[in-house]
T-cell receptor, first 115, second 111 residues
Framework: NAGVTQTPKFQVLKTGQSMTLQCAQDMNHNSMYWYRQDPGMGLRLIYYSASEGTTDKGEVPNGYNVSRLNKREFSLRLESAAPSQTSVYFC??????????????FGPGTRLTVL | QKEVEQNSGPLSVPEGAIASLNCTYSDRVSQSFFWYRQYSGKSPELIMSIYSNGDKEDGRFTAQLNKASQYVSLLIRDSQPSDSATYLCAVNGGYDYKLSFGAGTTVTVRA
């Protein structure tokens, strides 16, 4: 099993460009998440999907959109990239959408730079 | 708003010593608690989860939870240079599936 995979690993954008970060998991998990990680600030939740067909905003959703394409895939889109979106983006998944015993497993991350 | 606080460190310990990491949280209804290890340039890796008060041991790692004091800790016994990493504390409340993360404690094990 590959676990959680993300593409691309690295990306450089110019201000105003758009792009989609892809995430897929092969663990048959119900819930998926997008985080960003900035120095000194820990992981902050952007959006999450408790189950296929549902998405909800997290702590820092502005400037992002998501799509839960199917149970395996959860994409994150930046419509008009800004330098403030320079960060490392992690996708994660967890088995249960309805339990607080919610071990999350992370993908390898995407390092995004917006010039 | 759930808040999770950790000492930012860095925490430097000699090889073979015990590293002690602390985490406090603000949401009294939090039910599950996790420790992740993150090597530089890598993704977080789950190393411990704890759900009830007391100690939970897994190899050289021990997690301790005190819900009354809203405190969770991680002990790393017989620290090795390979334990040098940032350790993230994460807390899940009783209402939803979301985790709140602390900013992490960086541990350096001196050979």
């Amino acid at each position: 099993n590959a676990g959680v995979t993300q593409t691309p690993k690295f990306q450089v954008l110019k201000t105003g460009q758009s792009m989609t970060l892809q995430c897929a998991q092969d663990m048959n998990h119900n819930s998926m998440y997008w985080y960003r990680q900035d120095p000194g600030m820990g992981l902050r939740l952007i959006y999450y999907s408790a189950s296929e067909g549902t998405t909800d905003k997290g702590e820092v959703p502005n400037g992002y959109n998501v799509s839960r394409l199917n149970k395996r895939e959860f994409s994150l889109r930046l419509e008009s990239a800004a330098p403030s979106q320079t960060s490392v983006y992690f996708c994660a998944s967890s088995e249960s959408g309805g339990s607080s015993y919610n071990e999350q497993f992370f993908g390898p991350g995407t390092r995004l730079t917006v010039l | 708003q759930k808040e999770v606080e950790q000492n930012s460190g860095p925490l430097s310990v000699p090889e073979g010593a015990i590293a002690s990491l602390n985490c406090t949280y603000s949401d009294r209804v939090s039910q599950s608690f996790f420790w992740y290890r993150q090597y530089s340039g890598k993704s977080p890796e789950l190393i411990m989860s704890i759900y009830s008060n007391g100690d939970k041991e897994d190899g050289r790692f021990t997690a301790q939870l005190n819900k009354a004091s809203q405190y969770v800790s991680l002990l790393i016994r017989d620290s090795q240079p390979s334990d040098s990493a940032t350790y993230l504390c994460a807390v899940n409340g009783g209402y939803d599936y979301k985790l709140s993360f602390g900013a992490g404690t960086t541990v350096t094990v001196r050979a």
